[in-house]
């Protein structure tokens, strides 16, 4: 059976890396090669942050290219309080074997395009949007000959995670968002609203992963920032993976329980509203969807696929 060919975009902190190992360990999955960019932390450390987890991932070494290191228009506000300092938990973690491979993340995600087939590669993405939109703009006639944007971003159908409105990929560069988004290449968001309440991982399934193994423990651990910010912010440690959510729905789509076609609109205006999400639910705006927002997961199907992607 031909196998689903990715290219994965990530910032990569704790989530992502968790995320990277279940995609790395998909039988039905090649990935083609990462391109990081800044979001969670600076390009380059998201570039080592994928080394390392792909090291501990312990099955094939697909190539890590940085891509852009700044946002388009807005300075950057990195996710230290959620994922530590180096976006791993501040626990020393770094490659020990693999390099950053030479060149840069977006022309090789425009030559990889340029290369294959059109509609044989996949983009799933796991941070802020800037390269798919640099790319969209560098190329435009290329990028159109993606299969599919799955790309970890938007509210969903309810609530932001760092403002009422807005989820943090998006709302770190809406401006790349709002390109992305209105482009017309077929796209999926993957809500924040996908990851959290039953789906999040509670204390007795953070526990399973940590035991089973050296990918369990690495995966649980590095998240260890993420863990306390949870106990102050849900009362109990519990995980809500949000990257995990957006790379199941990408590969495993048995676990997808809502994700409807929507017109979506990204807010630019500078204000309270800045990078939320306008789903237009009940179609007020007449006019014709552009993308695809999964809201809700079947929660035990998606912790099945973490757990058996992560031999827990």
């Known amino acids: 059976m031909k196998k689903q060919q990715l290219i994965i975009d990530t910032d990569c ?8 190992a279940m995609a790395l360990h998909d039988p039905g999955v090649e990935i083609l090669f990462f391109t990081t960019v800044s979001g969670n932390v600076d390009c380059h450390q998201a570039a080592l942050n994928t080394l390392t987890t792909i090291e501990y991932a312990g099955t094939y070494e697909p190539p890590v290219y940085e891509g852009c290191r700044d946002m388009l228009l807005r300075e950057l506000v990195f996710a230290h309080e959620t994922h530590g300092n180096d976006g791993m938990g501040d626990l020393g973690y770094a490659p020990k074997r693999l390099q950053i491979a030479p060149g840069n993340g977006v022309l090789k995600m425009l030559e990889a395009l340029d290369a294959h087939e059109a509609g044989s590669i996949e983009i799933v993405t796991l941070g802020t949007l800037t390269n798919i939109a640099v790319a969209m703009r560098l190329a435009p006639d290329t990028m159109r000959k ?3 944007i799955v790309a970890m971003g938007t509210a969903g159908l309810g609530f932001g995670n760092v403002s009422p409105v807005a989820e ?5 560069d809406a401006e790349a968002a709002k390109i992305v988004t209105e482009f017309g290449v077929p796209l999926t968001y993957v809500g924040w609203d996908a990851c959290i309440d039953d789906a999040m991982l509670n204390e007795d399934e953070i526990n399973r992963l940590r ?3 050296p990918l369990g423990k690495f995966a649980v651990d590095c998240n260890r920032q993420l863990m306390l910010l949870n106990e102050q912010r849900f009362g109990r440690p519990c995980l809500d993976m949000a990257d995990p959510a957006a790379m199941a729905a990408a590969l495993h789509p048995a676990c997808i329980a809502q994700c409807d076609d929507y017109y979506c609109e990204v807010d630019t205006c500078p204000g309270p509203s800045y990078g939320g999400v306008l789903v237009d639910i009940y179609h007020f705006s007449g006019k014709q969807p552009n993308a695809k927002i999964c809201s ?6 998606y912790k099945n696929y973490i757990f058996s992607t992560l031999g827990a």
């Open 168 to 172: 943090f990929n998006i709302w770190q």
């Open 296 to 301: 809700k997961l079947h929660v035990q199907e």
């Open 13 to 20: 902190g704790s989530d992502d890396a968790m995320a990277i």
């Open 146 to 148: 993606v299969k599919r």
């Open 211 to 213: 035991d089973s193994g």
